[in-house]
């Protein structure tokens, strides 16, 4: 893959904690215990699936080569009884790295980032998926995250895997 | 924090356009290796193809586009549960046609589902190997948003 000058992300660090801020409510009720990730990973016939709420430790490793064609789903759902939980953002990412790592966060080089926002009300469930060509061997790491859940469900919850291509 | 700098750039990003649509405003960037990019906004559809012309975006087989799109449901008063996005980037036969060709051999790919409310945000980038020449269309489209039509934002790569 070449060399990109990454896409321009505007503000900085302050301005968007800040407006992240601003954008969260607050709404205390469900434990996080009951929201739930998902997160598979396919190619070729085979799958890996890795959950949120595990305990720390090597996450799952998903193997594949370069140039094969990865499929990645996730969902989220809010499990647990109580008023909807507002204003979560789900951010899913795919980036070169270790997924050992504490709390990693994607580069300006990411090979995939989403965010959505949205309500949980119990019951509810956002998924989504991305398909792609793995560029060249590595390693990489696939999570799919809360954020702004700490303040509402005491905890994010995060679903996280390691793809290794050869 | 890298992702909150990005949700902040979301937002941003969202507001010089905000007025454009009226139920849905996109934002659609393609981004070339040079840092040159071209940008589209909602269009709607019916009419097949919407109403605007597609920017094109030129590069050379081999070369990485960053896509990027923003979606906010502008209309402040209705939701829709299991709405959904989906993104593309599929070949066409020729430059701006209208007609969507049929989702096969996708060179990338990606959707969500989720519950739309008002003022919802739904943003996505992702880098892609362009390996072969020919001329694609990268479009992001809404569904199942329980309207008489669907937006969408579109822009046209050829790769030489």
Known sequence: MSRLPAVKMGAGRKAGALALGVWLGSCLGAGAENFAISLKVQSGGREQTAVSGQPAGAPPTFKAKAKDVVWVQWSAANGASGPPVSDITLHVFMDRGDARAHAPKPGPKALYESALIQDFERGVKSSGEFRMSMPEPGTYLVRAETIGAAGKLGKEAAAVMQVSVQ | ?160
Request: hydrophobic share 40%; glycine share 6%.
């Open chain 2, 1 to 160: 924090m890298k992702y909150t700098t990005w949700a902040f750039s979301l937002a941003l990003a969202l507001l010089p356009s905000a007025a454009r649509a009226e139920h849905f405003d996109i934002k659609l960037t393609a981004t070339g290796p040079d840092g040159m990019g071209k940008e589209a906004f909602a269009d709607q559809t019916p009419p097949i193809g919407g109403l605007n012309p597609r920017p094109v975006l030129r590069a050379k087989a081999g070369d990485t586009i960053a896509i990027q799109f923003i979606m906010t449901n502008v209309y402040a008063h209705e939701s829709a549960r299991n709405a959904g996005i989906r993104f593309y980037i599929v070949r066409e036969p020729q430059l701006g046609q209208k007609p969507v060709p049929p989702l096969e051999n996708l060179t990338a790919e990606g959707s969500f589902t989720f519950n739309l409310k008002p003022k919802a945000k739904i943003g996505a980038k992702e880098r892609v190997v362009m390996s072969q020449p020919g001329v694609y269309l990268l479009r992001v489209e809404s569904q199942r948003t329980q309207r008489d039509h669907e937006h969408f934002a579109a822009i046209d790569l050829e790769i030489r």
